[in-house]
């Protein structure tokens, strides 16, 4: 035992003084500093998140706004919920008059013209008219809803237009809101017609849904996000690419007096073709005391024309990025542009 | 360890060297216990790993001479002659043991033979299991350190972070220039006792797999001898 103990402690001491020798000193770590090109983040851009599910998977592009309105659907049974799947046939769909309506009303499958009849019907049984929205607008309410007055307008939403449409018919006894909307619709949901050619309607005991009549975007997938995030934003190289942009085209006479405390805010919305759409707005004047606030404004209107109508506007507002470039509100102070 | 301690090695800490012994020396009362000790375990070990190692090494070289003598056809009483004095090996103690008992039993002119096998087997039993112990003495050793040595070093680096961390708090500084010397002192504590764990835990396995062939080489011996003189007995009796 003593020979192992002898020889154990004796390569200790070597290993130990050999180490103590060996790695006497780290050796310090080599800095090197290489330059590295720097893309500065906005606070707001790394505070904001994107809109979406938490659990959904990442989507690459945004749901992209939906820029034009076609004639929207008409929705032909507004109690019923709005799914976004497609469209499910129930033979219920077929009838849809309140209890007490002229038998002209019961008959066949066609909504529209049912709807039609509808409102213009004069003698209302005391729970029905006016009270709540018709289950469809009339012609003139829906051409409305077809052509929002601004491009701005994502949604209108049918059931608004329907609201806005008055079909006035004269008579009826205003009994109006104390009456719950159920009345109307609820007896006929029970009613199924038997007609052989909708065998897979009437199979299916779904409950009627309608679709979304109109989208407020055009993507569907919901995408990674937070459920309270809002947007995201553009960085600061692209702001100061996209204010470097427009104050070439911005050309302001020298002259006046007090110019620095005049701020003209712009906003104007791109196409994703990065072209105006509609025309620039006014959105505030800062400092319209000044005479020269007039020659800011007039001057900076043209500038935001004059860079929309290039060949290649906006070059560095990249398509992926189409939502938060589509609505843009620029300042323009005649000390420095600023975004 | 109060305040005015921490502040000051703390301030010691960013020019202090980071050598091995610097780190050592620089650590704290507790750390400094727990490195000497894994590094005594760690001699410990080695020297009863070299131990083993011979003897185990030994007994194996005596062994097989030793059935080569026992099965080349010299005559048993004369092996047991020169053995009797000093049995230097578990085998030769078993046929010792075997031996004395069968020549008590002779010369002391009993009259039935009945037992004597029954005498002899308990007899080479006791031996083999008395060699075996001692194959396996301080064997524990070596398992203790090997499932301990990590926890012990991971003790002292717990130990030598929660300071280095009480230096931080103190200094109120948290450049990484204060904060490493203490962390990588700590972590050395865990390196010792893995250096000492490591070769206890491979050896150990080594060692009892070893001690087993050994105790089976043992038990047929013993079994083998005691067939033989069972025989012995029947002819005789």
Redesign the interface.
């Known amino acids: 035992?003593r020979?192992?103990?002898?020889?154990?402690?004796v390569?200790?001491i070597g290993i130990?003084g050999f180490?103590?020798i060996s790695?006497?000193?780290?050796n310090p770590y080599e800095i090197v500093q290489e330059s590295m090109p720097i893309d500065i983040v906005s606070d707001s851009e790394l505070s904001k998140m994107m809109s979406g599910k938490k659990d959904a998977p990442k989507a690459e592009a945004p749901k992209p706004v939906v820029e034009k309105i076609d004639k929207p659907k008409q929705a032909e049974n507004l109690d019923a919920k709005v799914s976004e799947k497609p469209e499910v046939k129930a033979a219920k769909e077929a009838a849809a008059p309140p209890p007490p309506p002229p038998p002209e009303a019961k008959p066949e499958p066609a909504p529209q013209q049912q709807a039609e009849a509808k409102p213009p019907e004069p003698k209302p049984a005391p729970p029905q008219p006016q009270a709540k929205p018709e289950p469809a607008p009339p012609k003139d309410a829906e051409s409305m809803a077809a052509k929002p007055p601004e491009p701005k307008k994502d949604e209108p939403k049918p059931a608004q237009a329907a609201q806005a449409a008055p079909p006035p018919p004269p008579a009826p006894p205003k009994k109006p809101k104390d009456i719950p909307p159920k009345v109307v619709q609820a007896p006929p949901k029970e009613q199924r017609d038997f007609n052989p050619n909708q065998i897979a309607a009437l199979l299916n005991k779904q409950d009627p849904r309608r679709q979304a009549a109109l989208g407020d975007t055009m993507n569907s997938m919901t995408s990674l996000g937070a459920t309270r995030g809002d947007a995201n934003s553009l960085s600061q190289t692209e702001i100061d690419a996209l204010r470097a942009y427009i104050r070439q085209f911005w050309s302001l006479p020298a002259g006046g007096v007090d110019v620095e405390r005049i701020t003209v805010s712009i906003r104007f919305i791109l196409g994703p073709d990065r072209r105006l759409q509609g025309v620039p707005q006014l959105v505030e004047v800062q400092g319209a005391g000044n005479p020269y606030a007039k020659v800011v404004q007039e001057t900076a209107m043209r500038a935001v024309n004059l860079a929309a109508h290039q060949d290649n506007p906006f070059p560095m507002l990249r398509p992926e990025k189409y939502d938060t470039w589509r609505d843009l509100t620029v300042d323009f102070n005649p000390s420095m542009l600023n975004y | 360890m109060n305040p005015a301690d921490v502040a000051q090695t703390a301030m010691a800490a960013p020019s202090a060297d980071l050598s091995l012994i610097g780190l050592f020396l620089q650590a704290h009362f507790i750390v400094k216990v727990v490195m000497a000790g894994l590094v005594l375990a760690s001699v410990w070990v080695w020297a009863i790993i070299i131990d083993k190692t011979i003897l185990f090494g030994r007994m194996k070289r005596q062994m097989d001479r030793f059935e080569q003598t026992f099965w080349s056809g010299q005559s048993l009483e004369e092996l047991y002659r020169s053995l009797s004095s000093r049995p230097n090996h578990a085998m030769a103690a078993i046929f010792v043991a075997a031996m004395r008992e069968w020549k008590r039993s002779y010369e002391g002119g009993a009259r039935s033979f009945a037992g004597l096998t029954q005498r002899l087997d308990k007899v080479m039993d006791v031996t083999v299991a008395r060699e075996v112990e001692r194959l396996e003495a301080r064997l524990l050793v070596l398992a203790t350190v090997g499932s301990a040595g990590p926890f012990i070093g991971l003790f002292g680096t717990v130990w030598g972070i929660m300071t280095s961390f009480q230096s931080i708090a103190a200094s109120k500084n948290t450049s990484l220039a204060v904060v490493a010397p203490g962390i990588a002192e700590a972590l050395f504590a865990t390196a010792i006792g893995l250096i000492a764990a490591i070769p206890a835990t491979i050896f150990y396995n080594k060692f009892v797999s070893q001690v087993n062939r050994l105790a089976l080489r043992l038990e047929g011996f013993a079994d083998e001898f005691s067939a033989i003189l069972s025989r012995q007995i029947d002819e005789r009796g």
Do not use: E, T
């Open positions: 035992m020979a192992g103990l002898v020889s154990s402690a390569l200790h130990i180490m103590a790695f006497a000193s780290p």
